[in-house]
């Protein structure tokens, strides 16, 4: 089956484009130790997706660096969604800074032949461009080459109908995103997609699994899942209603949650998988927002709340004038196709991370919902602070990592934190306690550092990192300076000096 031809803006470094940041400016946002995206100046002094932050550095002194908020990438992103809608109601976000529309149907307004689906992919570039983004758009059959065309030439091309396995004949198979795949197929010398698609079918079927067979479909220039056998025997969309209308954006969150494990539950009755997935808000005053996500059937409960509290976050931006909170959440699963399975444990049965969810949510039943949590990064100037604990199926707070943290102790994270610090000394030469004073001089080199009773020489040292928190509450506020030492017995320590009084908060192995 060909796929249908589809017109894609793809707005390059998105998660840069996000924060503020714009291509001129050395820019890196970064995920763990990782470069995630950087902005094409960056790119210039040699930074690169994959990168770690440190190596980033070296290539490009002054980069910025920035953690990732992908609450921010999906919430801006609306505004993109909202000026194609302008061409068409029919928005489809693939993710964040990449959204979809049908061409034929847009170019028929303009005429309906191949020079009218230019002028579409122009008129749309155009559109998101006046407000103020970099963007390319491209046409072809299928999302996937569709993509790739919005990333090709100046602002992307149109490829002709019919011709997109010529197009992506060239293209490496690392394209498709699935490394493990890529480097399989590189081994077996099979380096391009053309290569991949000249594969016999069944051969592929039988050799790999289902997710690579959707590969060889999309390298073959088709859609990756055949069409569902049969309608639903039933209306498989969900729908929450408050009354009163909820005022808070969790409340509606928590109920998306629920929403989708319901509609999880019916896909799975019936056989089938959501490829594509609407999400329906309206208020207490009537007004609606309907937004199609792209779901592949990769969407978990707690994915598809993330995304309702994009849209969220979007209509009451948009509505300004409208309160009175939301009344109607509504998911409506848009295009479905024949599920294929999943790959069960090693031990048959069901696969181990759907065994932890079931008795995660059964411990959480028992003991409740703070029972069990998970870490997830977030932002702080200490090393007990780069982690927050959330309960097991939750979102992590979007505000965890914002900032910047002045003080913050430069990477890498200490592979030790104390539960509690460890009360410490420092001495000079001499003997002579090491202070800090109102302006973070030290009194004298620190030569000596006891702790937990062990007295060891100091043979490397720097700091401070002054950090004054909380000022604004009298009450509550906070003076401290860290210092990294290296000891003589081959060890390295973080402290940091409160008070007058030392302790040793974390250690490097």
Do not use: N
């Not at 995304?307 to 931006?317: A, F, H, K």
């Not at 959440?329 to 031990?347: I, K, M, S, T, Y």
């Not at 703070?370 to 977030?378: G, H, K, L, V």
């Amino acid at each position: 089956m060909t796929a249908a031809r589809a017109l894609v803006v793809w707005c390059p470094d998105w998660p840069i484009t996000a924060l503020g940041m714009d291509a001129a400016t050395p820019a890196a946002v970064v995920s763990g130790a990782l470069v995630e995206a950087c902005s094409a100046a960056a790119r210039a002094s040699g930074v690169r997706r994959g990168q770690r932050v440190r190596d980033a550095q070296r290539h490009c002194p002054g980069l910025e660096v920035r953690d990732r908020d992908p609450d921010a990438e999906g919430r801006r992103f609306e505004s993109v969604a909202v000026a194609v809608s302008g061409v068409t109601p029919w928005v489809e976000i693939v993710r964040p800074g990449v959204c979809a529309i049908p061409a034929h149907g847009a170019a028929r307004f303009h005429g309906g032949g191949a020079s009218d689906e230019e002028s579409l992919r122009v008129h749309v570039q155009d559109t998101v461009v006046e407000l103020g983004f970099d963007c390319g758009a491209g046409v072809a059959d299928g999302l996937f080459a569709a993509e790739l065309a919005a990333r090709a030439g100046e602002g992307g091309l149109v490829v002709p109908e019919g011709g997109t396995p010529a197009f992506l004949a060239p293209y490496p198979v690392s394209v498709l995103g699935r490394p493990e795949l890529a480097g399989l197929l590189v081994r077996l010398g099979v380096r391009t997609l053309g290569a991949f698609a000249a594969l016999p079918a069944r051969d592929v079927t039988g050799r790999f699994g289902a997710d690579e067979v959707r590969a060889h479909r999309l390298a073959r220039g088709l859609s990756p899942r055949p069409p569902a056998p049969r309608a639903p025997l039933a209306d498989l969309s969900v729908t929450a209603e408050f009354d009163p209308p909820a005022a808070a954006a969790e409340q509606v969150i928590f109920a998306a949650k629920s929403l989708a494990e319901r509609l999880h539950a019916a896909l799975a009755a019936e056989a089938l998988t959501c490829v594509r997935l609407g999400i329906e808000v309206t208020g207490a005053d009537g007004r609606t927002l309907t937004r199609l996500w792209r779901h592949d059937g990769a969407l978990s409960a707690l994915a598809v709340a993330e995304r309702v509290r994009w849209q969220l976050s979007s209509w009451e931006t948009r509505d300004e004038e409208g309160e009175g909170g939301v009344a109607l959440l509504r998911l409506l699963p848009d295009q479905l196709v024949a599920d294929d399975g999943h790959q069960e444990a090693l031990w048959g049965g069901t696969s181990v991370s759907d065994r932890v969810a079931r008795a995660a949510a059964r411990v959480q039943a028992m003991l409740g919902h703070q029972a069990i949590t998970r870490p997830y990064p977030a932002g702080g100037r200490g090393p007990a602070e780069h982690v927050v604990r959330v309960p097991f199926g939750d979102l992590p707070p979007a505000e965890a990592a914002a900032g910047p943290w002045p003080g913050r102790i430069p990477d890498p994270p200490p592979s030790t934190v104390h539960r509690e610090p460890l009360p410490a000394a420092v001495t000079d030469a001499g003997g002579a306690p090491v202070t800090v004073d109102a302006r973070c001089a030290v009194s004298a080199p620190p030569r000596h550092v006891e702790i937990a009773g062990r007295r060891l020489g100091v043979t490397a040292w720097t700091g401070p990192w002054p950090a004054r928190e909380r000022w604004w509450d009298p009450a509550r506020t906070r003076r401290r300076a860290r210092f990294q030492v290296v000891t003589d017995d081959g060890g390295a320590h973080l402290l940091v000096v409160e008070g007058g009084r030392w302790y040793a908060e974390a250690g490097y192995a």
